[in-house]
């Protein structure tokens, strides 16, 4: 007998999911390795994938193989090696890894039924035996002989009990019935009914006039069908010919007409189709650019770039001739954003670019869309993906270039198991492929800079210096709120905005407000002289956390520092501390009090949940029939409209005070970001609204000078022992009773505290920012690893220890590495 090591797909711990199995001699031949399985599990079955055939298992116990499955397409060999790597690098299960680089399709939840364990007759004579004394029991085996297995929700309808359980135990131990796992039904192609002509479209069309002349509807069908030229569904015959499936039935027992049974693909919607295929011919900088990208594609050379160009120096068309150049060599391109719904004109561009030969993958699809973007990817039937994070797994057997447009934002981190990082896997792909990467940002993350500016590079820096068509970046104003506020300006636009907003209202321009939202009312500010509480350790903003012992009071997340709120501000005395700032709908409410007849739209997470609203707030906007609008981060990126000539950041400095060492950073890169949206067509000119109006990060980002920002930026993460000069852990415990919580935290700090050596710094525990989620307390404990230490050793053994305390009542323990916003 053979055996195979099988992936399967059970919630397991980190690290674990392979299991070993004998192979029987009927299926030695079919379980190859990649192949989806069916195996015995604890007493369940349960759906895997063959990850290598030993001659030997690591057990001596070993259970069957079941069945081969072909519900799933065979793991490749990268997708197997792949699964290994994130396992190991990221700290997770081998399933939560599986789940990520296999579309949702037909792996499928498992479900419980309960099924008869004897044939129908022996069943039924058991029903008979127990009529009188128990009519419970009768009813329930009665109930699965009429309809087979069931889950036992379905059984308690079906055999008018209650509640079914203990019958179902009884009989169960009786062996009349058994409990068996069964996959739930997932995605999979969708098969469509067409109708198609039987004859010849001349001889469709001969038969309408004649011998169906007296039959006017089956002759319109036939008429149709013949101008169509293709099979049609019940549906679109319908439409066409305004007849129902009556008709359609007598002409397929006439034999004109044929049925066929197709795939049909579902399409994930595009925002918008109506722009121009229009190729540029590439300024003298992008072709430099270009050039170096493409001689690295050219020469299979698994060369990494790190493209710093300012906005609107056409980044994207660099990315789209670099994906032109992997095509050219007969591999395929994977075009990463950070999130697609924020980006619909990157997706247009490639569309238009490269039409069918590009597949979409992101969270807004329907598992059906994705299932089938997914396998014309698997299949070989188009050459380029353009996604989110996800995208990265893209099942390309050839890559030539990966691109992550945006580099720098957090959105490429998942939050969830596992964790990883589409930067981190896309450098691993890129190196197994021999790949390009190609990383792009106007504001690279400090990390990336520093990797290919600093001591060390591992990036090639490229550089687009100037914006095309030599416009100039807008011109910044930095309001100071102080100011406004001691001139008893209480309103959330200062006067030097409304101006400029008047201004662009008299000329019929366009006017952007953003509104950062993220951060709100967690922290204190003071409005009259800009004081922020920050901790004296780790130089983070403190958080404000409702349930201390004694009230309210202000805690670091980091090094756990606590202190009292203040009532009135400590620099200055003032009461105006505590600021909390507007929401969109004020903002909006505000400009259309003072300018009654300006046309103003709200572009933020409340106005779009209706599918394909995003899109028509922007196509409006676009179209010149809205002349300000105000919206949160989704009016921050990727937009070009070139009639915009104002841009207003309401509250400029909020995202300074997210509890997060990378605040300052996030802070200069959203706001070039928004100055980048002014100015791309006519002049532009910008306001950041601020209460702290000296911090550098206003000021570099007034400047739009990135590398003065990094410069003193990188100043303060060696100071404090941040990245790039450390890399991080974040341990998480959480539970629903907050005293066990703390404790085991406590313990778990201790126990890696004793753990790490000199190289890794060991802080807190300490209330993880969001204390409280989803009806969880939760603690962290946060690891510095200098140069030398191993911080994945250290975590694994922090999970180890945890799995060990699992007994421990249900505290959950999560351990992040290089964690993105310590949010
Ligand atoms: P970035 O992504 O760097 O902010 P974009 O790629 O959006 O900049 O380009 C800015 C604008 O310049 C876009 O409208 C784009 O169509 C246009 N553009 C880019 N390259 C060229 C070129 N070579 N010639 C003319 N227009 C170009
Ligand atoms: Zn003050
Ligand atoms: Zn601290």
Known sequence: MGYATVLVDVPVPAGEGLFDYAVPPSLDEAAVVGVCVRVPFRGRRAMGFVFARPTTPAVSEVREVIAVDDAYPPLTEEMRRLIDWLAQRYLCSYPDALHVIMPPGPRTRVESVIQLAVDETTASARADAVEARAPGQSRVIRALVAEGPMTI????????????????????????????????????????????????????????????????????????????????????????????????????????????????????????????????????AQGTVIKSIAEAIRNRRSERFLLHGVTGSGKTEVYLRAVEAALAGGRSAIYLVPEIALTPQAV???????????AV?????????????????????????????????????????????????????QEDDPRYSARGVAEHRAEEHGAVLLLGSATPSLESYFAAAGPAPRYRLLRLTTRIGGRPLPGVSLVDMRAELAAGNKSVLSLTLREKLAERLARREQTILFLNRRGFSTFVLCRSCGYSARCPNCDVALTLHSTGPAGPELRCHYCDFVRPVPDVCPRCGSSYIRYFGAGTER?????????????????????????????????????????????????????????????GAVAADTALNLPDFRAAERTFQLLTQVAGRAGRGDPGEVVFQTYQPEHYSLLRAKEQDFEAFYAAELEVRRGLGYPPFTRLGVIIVSGVREQPVIDAAQDLADRVKAAAGEATEVLGPAPAPFARLRGRFRWQILLKSGPGA??????????????????????????????????
Not at 591 to 619: E, N, Q, Y
Request: proline content about 4%; hydrophobic content about 45%; glycine content about 8%.
């Open 153 to 284: 929700e379905r059984l308690g309808e079906a055999a008018g009990v209650k509640d079914p359980t203990a019958i179902v135990k009884l009989l169960s131990g009786q062996g009349t019935v058994l409990k068996e796992s069964v996959w739930r039904k997932g995605v999979g192609p969708l098969l469509e009914t067409l109708y198609a002509l039987a004859v010849s479209e001349g001889e469709a069309v001969q038969a309408a006039e004649a011998t169906l002349r007296r039959a006017p509807k089956q002759a319109r069908v036939l008429k149709t069908l013949a101008d169509r030229g293709l099979p049609s569904s019940a549906a679109e015959i319908k439409t066409m010919a305004g007849v129902g499936p009556a008709v359609l039935a007598s002409l397929v027992a006439k034999g004109l007409l044929r049925v066929e049974r197709c795939e049909r693909r579902r399409g994930p919607e595009v925002a918008w189709t109506d722009q121009a295929a229009a190729s540029v011919v590439p300024t003298q």
């Open 348 to 358: 247009v561009g490639f569309r238009a670019r490269f039409g069918d030969d590009v």
């Open 361 to 413: 993958l992101h969270s807004r699809l329907s598992n059906g869309e994705r299932y089938d973007e997914w396998r014309r990817i698997y299949g070989g039937k188009v050459r380029v993906a353009v996604g989110a994070r996800s995208a990265v797994f893209a099942p390309f057997r050839e890559l030539g270039l990966i691109v992550l447009d945006e580099e720098h934002e957090g959105s490429y981190k």
């Open 587 to 647: 903002i909006a409410d505000e400009v259309k009090k003072l300018f009654p007849t300006a046309r103003v739209a709200r572009l933020d997470a409340d106005a779009v949940t209706r599918k394909g609203a995003h899109a028509a707030i922007l196509r409006s906007f676009r179209d010149g029939e809205v002349d300000v609008l105000v919206g949160t981060q989704m009016v921050a990126k990727g937009l070009d409209f070139p009639r915009v000539t104002l841009v």
């Open 790 to 823: 191993d911080l994945e050793a250290l975590l694994r053994t922090a999970q180890d220890e945890a799995r060990h305390r699992r007994g421990a009542g249900e505290l959950r323990v999560t351990v992040d590495i290089d964690p993105q916003d310590l949010l």
